[in-house]
């Protein structure tokens, strides 16, 4: 089960909700009302962390991308931080790595 969290926004970077487990039918609920109320209480851009998401289905998928339109009306921005491979996959094979702004984590530099 996907728990959303948020950290209360007193800066535009600290609006991050912090995702865990599934994005898919049955959490999307809960995840709508957590970055809708954000959105509204807030200003500035919208952070969704994926870091500890598995994987997300169409209906999660569906979530990101009216969240996404909502916050280019409103003249912000939805910024994706950290996805899994296997999020990243999903977002490449859908091809909304090209619409959603994404920000993978950095590969780890080897000497």
């Known amino acids: ?3 959303p ?3 209360k926004p007193n800066r535009a970077s600290d ?3 912090h995702l ?10 809960d995840v709508r009302q957590t970055l809708n109320d954000l959105i509204d209480a807030s200003d500035g851009d919208v952070i969704v962390d994926l ?3 598995d994987a997300v ?13 909502r916050t280019q009306l409103l003249g912000r921005q939805l ?3 950290h996805p899994m491979p296997s999020v990243v996959r999903i977002l490449a094979v ?5 619409v959603l702004n994404v920000e993978r984590t950095p590969l780890p530099i080897s000497a």
Request: proline share 0%; hydrophobic share 45%; glycine share 10%.
């Open 57 to 69: 289905d169409a209906t999660g998928l569906g979530l990101l991308v009216a969240t996404h339109r």
């Open 94 to 98: 859908t091809r909304l790595h090209r």
């Open 15 to 17: 609006n991050v909700v």
């Open 51 to 53: 870091e500890e998401v």
């Open 5 to 7: 969290t948020h950290s």
């Open 20 to 29: 865990t487990g599934i994005l898919d039918v049955r959490s999307v609920g």
């Open 79 to 81: 910024v994706l931080w």
């Open 1 to 3: 089960m996907l728990a």
